[in-house]
T-cell receptor, first 112, second 117 residues
Framework: EAGVTQFPSHSVIEKGQTVTLRCDPISGHDNLYWYRRVMGKEIKFLLHFVKESKQDESGMPNNRFLAERTGGTYSTLKVQPAELEDSGVYFC??????????FGDGTRLSIL | AQSVTQLGSHVSVSEGALVLLRCNYSSSVPPYLFWYVQYPNQGLQLLLKYTSAATLVKGINGFEAEFKKSETSFHLTKPSAHMSDAAEYFCAVRSNAGGTSYGKLTFGQGTILTVHP
């Protein structure tokens, strides 16, 4: 079975620009999570979808971040406008029920 | 609120030596605990999980961890290190209580394991 796929693997943009990250979960997984690791810090939770609904978005840093999961399949995370402190590695994970989460390889985002 | 502390951001061992990576957690309810490993340029891979069954949990690649409630610990061990074990290791906790935040993982800071020949 295909794993969690994230695109792009790397993105370099300038401050003030917009970037959209995409995550394709494992087929059939209702739960989809976004996490972020800023350099030198721990991996932190951003939000959790159950199918197309936002179950928990308590970790979203501010309103410059917008996550969607239309149709309950893939998800996008848009940052607009990007700021320097948004740099880091963004991980997506998916799971079915209470099973452990499977992670993608991450998107490394660099804001210049 | 839950939290995880990994003691030691870097651990270095010789090939064939014991690996011990420390993890202490804080949780107001019985937790689910996980160890993940990240190899360079890859995502996080599940090593093992504790979900309130046996306190000694065996995982992949010869790793195991023991849940000790009295010490709030979930240390990861491997009897004999191999060069291929060099990676970053993350301990994580997930609440098994209800509520909107039931699914999220809270991670420790990560421990980079270096294995010397």
């Amino acid at each position: 079975e295909a794993g969690v796929t994230q695109f792009p693997s790397h993105s370099v943009i300038e401050k003030g620009q917009t970037v959209t990250l995409r995550c394709d979960p494992i087929s059939g997984h209702d739960n989809l999570y976004w996490y972020r690791r800023v350099m030198g810090k721990e991996i932190k939770f951003l939000l959790h979808f159950v199918k197309e609904s936002k179950q928990d978005e308590s970790g979203m840093p501010n309103n410059r971040f917008l996550a969607e999961r239309t149709g309950g399949t893939y998800s996008t995370l848009k940052v607009q406008p990007a700021e320097l402190e948004d740099s880091g590695v963004y991980f997506c994970a998916s799971s079915q029920g209470f099973q452990p989460q499977h992670f993608g390889d991450g998107t490394r985002l660099s804001i210049l | 609120a839950q939290s995880v502390t990994q003691l030691g951001s870097h651990v270095s061992v010789s090939e064939g030596a014991l690996v011990l990576l420390r993890c202490n957690y804080s949780s107001s309810v019985p937790p689910y605990l996980f160890w993940y490993v990240q190899y360079p340029n890859q995502g996080l891979q599940l090593l093992l999980k504790y979900t309130s069954a046996a306190t000694l949990v065996k995982g992949i690649n010869g790793f195991e961890a023991e849940f000790k409630k009295s010490e709030t610990s979930f240390h990861l061990t491997k009897p004999s290190a191999h060069m291929s074990d060099a990676a970053e290791y993350f301990c994580a906790v997930r609440s098994n209580a209800g509520g909107t935040s039931y699914g999220k993982l809270t991670f420790g800071q990560g421990t980079i394991l270096t294995v010397h020949p």
